[in-house]
């Protein structure tokens, strides 16, 4: 952490720890729900690295475009998908932001341009050169935000994708989120050349490699990259140095990494760091943090009662979405 | 004669390219992309001339990313483009078979219907220019596999002309498969302002004995058969089945509760393809309206070879589908 940035305002600052509080209530209540059964499949919670989600939304508008992983919820809810069809949607219910055909893994939202939810690692890196390209074939402003993980930079599309995006200079911001392990694969286990920033800019995009567990430094990075992308600079790449503080997924027994390697990382991570600081800088009293929490456990709490609440789509319906439903005339 | 109905005479090669250059001109959303589809013309010459008529903008030249491009068109589509995306050949397709096979095919269903795939990739498929087994092999039967994807073949001169409009008006993905040995076949083209259907089958040759059941390149391999059989008394049904999914079941049962007789003619292997589907369909819902068992006519299961005499060998062709239909009628030559 680099410290506080000067001049830094009460409001935004409970802002952006609002944020990612409502983050890490919401995967706190995901995982009692999977516990429970309500919540099936796989399931990859944001724990750790929430500073990266609340960040990069901060720069974003509503003509931009987010394509994201199999571990998007920190990012939907940052990017203001309601709770309650997020939540509806881990639950498979009709009132889910997919209408519960995609699960966790698979979050939609057409209002706010979040093109899922892409399970297939590096599979959603093409798919956001082609919404870049759409962009600045319509002479439209938006910018494309791409979130991925290190794991998908050793991947064939990961490579294709960058080259094309820089050889056309599309506006896409590629977002690598890196916590080190692919599933259970340490970085330097998997790739020859760890300083994965590198790799990028050798595709001649502007690259730089930020502290992820630092929303500000963050914010800061990102928005720098999306002025050069919206200006017509091309695509740019952040590498976001972060560490998931829980299992890969729900199955994952973690027999890869050290208890101590992981609580150590929760030492730095990126809501204590950031409340500590608040506190110290007098922003922020323990009465604004409980109210903070409150406020996100009450939003959380509505979202299971109405994902609960929620119907089932009828098995009569099971063929419904194959092909679009409205066609031409 | 008014103007719409004056036939005229031009290769597939050059059905497909006015199909594109219409696109072209009448949607600013269509722009077409792949390997050396500008500055060289396109692989197969298809687009040859069209940069510039059209510009770079609109005629794309693509780095060697199958992926990369074609989820790139996927892109593009859901952000209200409407792309042509060509890949070079079907073998080649397999590099992107991620982007077609797990998102363009599942977007729709994963988002719940929010978000379509308006995009078209054309590829070509199929052998008979000693192109030996990396660049001839006939793979559609895989994305037909495939819910959530659209499969067509024109085999016709028409079709050729025909299919790309209703392919770029689909609001799902399409894929066209264009058999490369086609590309220099000369055909009439009968009518250039209709548009073909994308879901129906075609009786190709009105026959009563027999129901010849082909699409792509052996459509012709048929024709020829269906004629040497005419020589002999058997008269044969021709169905080029033009789209493999969705498979028009009823013009096929049709015909064959007519004919009472199928032959499966198709240049993908014999084992786990279209063959065996389209023959299911027949054993599930015209079983009893068969006076012989389904005969299938397939490339021979190896990749295909290089020397002519073995590349011919491993194709289907007239003589034997003609001894496959006389093989049901008792007189096998």
Redesign the interface.
């Known amino acids: 952490m680099t410290g506080l940035p000067a001049g830094l305002d009460r409001g935004r600052a409970l802002h952006l720890l609002g944020e990612m509080l409502r983050i890490r209530q919401f995967e706190a209540r995901c995982a009692e729900s999977y516990s429970a059964g309500s919540i099936r499949g796989f399931m990859h919670l944001y724990d750790g690295e929430e500073a990266i989600a609340v960040g990069i939304m901060q720069v974003l508008g509503p003509q931009d ?1 987010v ?1 994201s992983t199999y571990r998007e919820h920190g990012h939907a809810i940052a990017r203001g998908i309601r709770m309650g069809p997020l939540m509806a949607e881990l639950y498979g219910k009709r009132t ?7 699960g966790s893994m ?1 979050i ?3 209002r706010t341009r979040f ?4 399970a ?1 690692v590096g ?1 959603g ?11 600045k ?2 002479r439209r402003p938006g910018v494309v935000a791409c979130f991925f993980g290190e794991g998908a930079t050793a991947e ?2 990961f490579h ?2 960058l ?2 995006a820089a ?1 056309w200079r599309l506006p896409v911001l590629f977002l690598c989120e890196n916590n080190l392990y692919a599933m259970g694969t340490a970085l330097a286990r998997s790739e020859a050349q760890i300083d994965i920033h590198l790799k990028a800019a050798t595709y001649g995009l502007r690259s730089v490699a930020v502290d992820g567990m630092d929303v500000f430094a963050v914010e800061q990075a990102a928005a720098a990259a999306a002025e050069h992308a919206r200006s017509g600079g091309g695509p740019a790449f952040l590498e976001l140095r972060t560490y998931r503080f829980r299992a890969h997924s729900m199955f994952d027994a973690q027999l890869y990494r050290d208890k101590a390697e992981i609580e150590e990382w929760q030492k730095k991570g990126p809501l204590i760091t950031l409340t500590t600081q608040l506190k110290a800088a007098g922003l922020m009293t323990e009465d604004d943090y409980q109210r903070l929490v409150r406020e996100a456990d009450a939003e959380v709490a509505e979202a299971v009662a109405f994902a609960e609440a929620s119907e089932w789509e009828p098995v009569e319906d099971l063929l ?9 005339s | 004669m008014n103007a719409e109905a004056v036939v005229t005479r031009i290769t597939y090669r050059e059905a497909v390219k006015q199909a594109i250059r219409e696109a072209l001109r009448s949607d600013p959303r269509v722009f077409l992309m792949g390997e050396d589809v500008g500055h060289y013309g396109g692989c197969f010459a298809v687009s040859k001339g069209l940069l510039a008529e059209f510009g770079e903008e609109r005629i794309r030249d693509t780095p060697l990313s199958e992926s990369a491009f074609v989820g790139a068109g996927i892109g593009a589509a859901m952000g209200g483009m409407r792309p042509i995306v060509e890949i070079m050949t079907v073998n080649f397709s397999l590099l992107a078979a991620d982007q077609i096979v797990n998102t363009a095919a599942t977007v729709c269903h994963m988002s719940g219907g929010q978000f379509g795939v308006p995009v078209v990739i054309r590829m070509a498929t199929g052998a008979g220019r000693q192109l030996a087994a990396q660049h001839s092999h006939s793979l559609e039967s895989w994305y037909a596999h495939v819910p959530g994807l659209r499969v067509v073949v024109p085999a016709t001169i028409d079709d050729a002309r025909g299919m790309l409009k209703p392919a770029l008006a689909s609001p799902d993905p399409v894929l066209i498969f264009e058999p490369a040995s086609l590309y220099n076949m000369e055909g009439d083209l009968t009518d250039a302002s209709v548009n073909a259907d994308l879901s129906t089958a075609r009786v190709h040759r009105r026959g009563t004995d027999v129901t010849l059941i082909t699409y792509g390149a052996s459509l012709w391999r048929c024709a020829t058969a269906a004629e040497q059989l005419a020589a002999a008394g058997i008269e044969a049904e021709i169905i080029d089945l033009r789209s493999l999914r969705p498979l028009d079941d009823e013009t096929i049962l049709q015909s064959v509760r007519r004919t009472r007789r199928a032959v499966i003619v198709d240049e993908g292997w014999r084992s786990v393809g279209m063959s065996a589907e389209v023959a299911m369909r027949i054993v599930e819902r015209g079983f009893y309206d068969l006076d012989a068992p389904i005969a299938r006519v397939c490339t021979e299961e190896v990749p295909l070879p290089y020397p002519k005499h073995l590349e011919d060998a491993a194709l289907p062709n007239a003589a034997r589908i003609v001894a496959a239909v006389q093989g049901m009628f008792g007189h096998a030559n």
């Open positions: 475009a394509v889910g932001c997919s209408g519960g055909r995609g698979h939609f939202d057409a093109y899922g939810g892409n297939i599979g890196i093409p798919l956001a050169v082609g919404l870049a390209l759409a962009e074939m319509q064939g599309e294709e994708s080259n094309l050889l419904r979405h194959v092909y679009a439903e409205a066609r031409p």
